[in-house]
C-alpha cells in the first residue's frame, strides 16, 4: 500500500507552533486572533457579529458597563417602537456563538485600563457609544424643569443613570428644542394616552408619573425650517395620526415651501409635503372631527433658536424660554440660520433639550477630539493607536439611525481584518483575552455579568412585566440587577 504524505501549508504549520508553544508555558489555549470589543450596544454587537462571520478563527469578547447589553436599542428606543428592538434577537445570537463573550459590569477605563486590555488582546475596538449631552450654551439651563432629551429617555426607558430624574410635569406648555427622531419621541410619549403607554416596556415610574402629567401642549422647536427638519416622515406621521391630538403650527413659516419642494429628492420631499398638509390644509370631515375633540397640542416652530431659559419669580425654576427669530441664508441642506434680531419669549414649565448626544473619553491616552467629540480615526483605525478601532458614534458623531449604525460598524470590522490579513495588525503571538483580564478584575473586586446572568434579568424583567400587562418591567438599578443575575 502507498503512503501518500501532504505537506502541510504555513498557516497550518504556524497553528500547531502556536498550540505547542503556548501549551508549554501559560494556560491559555492557540493562537486565535482576540478582539476586545468594549461597548455592548448596537456599534459593539453589529462590529462582533461581522468579525464573527467573517473569519472562522476570530474570539471575540465585549465588555459592557451596565450589567445589561443592547445599549441604547434597550435605553435609547421609544416604548411604542417594539418593531425596532427585534434586533436584539440577533445580538443574542451573536452573543451566544461559541467565539463570543459577554462581560457586563466591567467599566473599561475605571475598572480596567485600554492599556490592560490591549496588552490581552490582539485587537481593541471602541464601540461605548455617546454617554454625554450637548449642552445649549445659554443663560438658565441648569434652572429646574430643564432637562437634556438623553435623560428623560433615559429616564422613561430605565437607565440606571437616570432612574431618580423625576421630572416636573405639573405645567401646560412643554418646549422642546430640537427636531430629531428624539425629540419627536419625547413629544409624543408626553402626549400620549395612558392606554397606549402601559401597554409598552415604558417604566412603571414613568407611567405614574405621565397619568398625573398636566402638560396639553408641546413646541417642537428648530433653528431652521420645514425643508431642513431633521425628523423622518414616520415619526411626524406618528405625531400627526397620535389619538387627542391637534396640529398647530404657524401659516408663515411654510412661505414660498410648496414651490421649492419640487426640487428636492424624494424623501424629503414626501416628508414635506406631509409638514405641508398638515399645516395648511383644510381637514377631512373625520380629521376635523378628531381635532375638535382634541385636549392636547402639539406644533413645530420653525426659524427660533434658544438665547436664555427664563426663571420663575423665586428663580427656583423654569417658567419660559426665550427664543432668537431666524432667517435663513442659503438654500436646502446647507442652509444656515442666521439670528434677525428680534425675540419672542414662549411661557412654558418644561424644556427638553434634544440637540444631540455626545461622546466622553474614557482614557486620557488614547486620542480624543474634544471639538468633535469623536475619537480621531481613519475608516475606523484610531489615529496613532495601533491596534485600536472604534465604531459607532465614537467614530463618526451621534447621527444615523440603526441601520447607518450597523454599515459604519461593519466598515470597522472589514478595516480590522484588512489589518489582519496585511500584517498590519500582528496576530502571530498568543494573547490571553479574558484569560487576562480576570484575574485583573478579581483583584480589584469587580465580578462581571456573563451572557447566561443578563438571561436571568431577562427573565425576571419579562415575568413582572406579564403580571403587569406589560412586555416587561425593567429592573431599574444595577444593584437589583446583580442581585438577580446572581441569584
Known amino acids: 500500500m502507498l503512503l501518500m504524505t501532504c505537506k502541510p501549508d504555513r498557516a497550518t504549520l504556524k497553528y500547531r507552533f502556536c498550540q505547542w508553544s503556548v501549551c508549554g508555558r501559560a494556560p491559555f489555549s492557540s493562537c486565535s486572533p482576540k478582539v476586545c470589543i468594549v461597548g455592548a450596544g448596537p456599534a459593539g454587537f453589529y462590529t462582533a457579529q461581522h468579525l464573527i462571520k467573517s473569519r472562522q478563527d476570530v474570539e471575540v469578547d465585549i ?185 398647530e403650527m404657524v401659516a408663515a413659516d411654510f412661505k414660498g415651501i410648496a414651490e421649492a419642494v419640487k426640487e428636492v429628492p424624494r424623501p424629503r420631499k414626501r416628508l414635506t409635503e406631509l409638514l405641508l398638509k398638515t399645516a395648511l390644509d383644510v381637514p377631512t370631515e373625520k380629521e376635523q372631527e378628531k381635532r375638535s375633540k382634541a385636549s392636547r397640542v402639539w406644533g413645530f416652530r420653525f426659524f427660533r433658536s434658544p438665547v436664555e431659559v427664563l426663571p420663575a419669580p423665586d428663580l427656583s425654576r423654569a417658567a419660559a424660554i426665550r427664543l432668537a427669530v431666524n432667517r435663513l441664508e442659503g438654500s436646502g441642506e446647507g442652509a444656515s440660520a442666521v439670528p434677525t434680531g428680534e425675540v419672542e419669549d414662549v411661557p412654558c414649565g418644561l424644556v427638553i433639550s434634544s440637540i444631540g448626544y455626545k461622546s466622553l473619553p474614557i482614557d486620557p491616552l488614547l486620542p480624543f477630539d474634544s471639538r468633535k467629540a469623536i475619537v480621531p480615526n481613519t475608516m475606523g483605525r484610531v489615529q496613532k493607536t495601533a491596534g485600536v478601532y472604534c465604531s459607532g458614534w465614537l467614530k463618526t458623531g451621534p447621527t444615523g439611525v440603526i441601520g447607518t449604525t450597523m454599515n459604519n460598524s461593519f466598515d470597522t470590522a472589514r478595516a480590522l481584518l484588512e489589518d489582519m490579513d496585511s500584517g498590519a495588525l500582528d496576530v502571530s503571538s498568543a494573547k490571553p483575552g479574558s484569560q487576562g483580564v480576570t484575574p485583573l478584575l478579581e483583584k480589584r473586586g469587580v465580578k462581571p455579568v456573563e451572557f447566561s446572568d443578563w438571561e436571568k434579568i431577562d427573565n425576571e424583567e419579562i415575568k413582572r412585566g406579564v403580571a403587569m400587562g406589560k412586555p416587561r418591567e425593567k429592573l431599574l438599578s444595577v444593584d437589583e440587577m446583580l442581585h438577580v443575575a446572581r441569584t
Request: glycine share 8%; proline share 6%.
Open 63 to 247: 465588555y459592557e458597563r451596565l450589567p445589561v447589553p443592547f445599549g441604547l436599542v434597550r435605553f435609547g428606543v421609544a416604548p411604542d417602537h417594539p418593531e425596532v428592538k427585534n434586533v436584539i434577537n440577533t445580538f443574542t445570537q451573536t452573543a451566544q456563538h461559541s467565539r463570543c463573550s459577554f462581560y457586563g459590569n466591567v467599566n473599561v477605563g475605571t475598572d480596567v485600563s485600554v492599556k490592560e486590555l490591549q496588552q490581552a488582546y490582539h485587537a481593541v475596538v471602541l464601540s461605548y457609544g455617546a454617554e454625554g449631552n450637548r449642552r445649549m450654551g445659554v443663560p438658565g439651563e441648569d434652572l429646574a424643569g430643564v432637562h437634556a432629551a438623553k435623560d428623560f429617555v433615559g429616564w422613561y426607558n430605565g437607565l440606571p443613570d437616570n432612574r431618580k430624574l423625576h421630572p416636573d410635569l405639573s405645567c401646560e406648555t412643554a418646549v422642546i428644542l430640537g427636531q430629531g427622531n428624539v425629540a419627536l419621541d419625547v413629544a409624543r410619549i408626553l402626549l400620549s394616552p395612558m392606554d397606549m403607554l402601559k401597554k409598552t416596556d415604558i417604566t412603571q415610574p414613568a407611567l405614574d408619573l405621565l397619568a398625573e402629567s398636566r402638560i396639553r401642549r408641546v413646541l417642537i422647536v428648530g433653528r431652521r425650517g420645514p425643508m431642513q427638519i431633521a425628523c423622518t416622515i414616520k415619526e411626524v406621521r406618528e405625531m400627526v395620526n397620535l389619538p387627542d391630538t391637534r396640529p
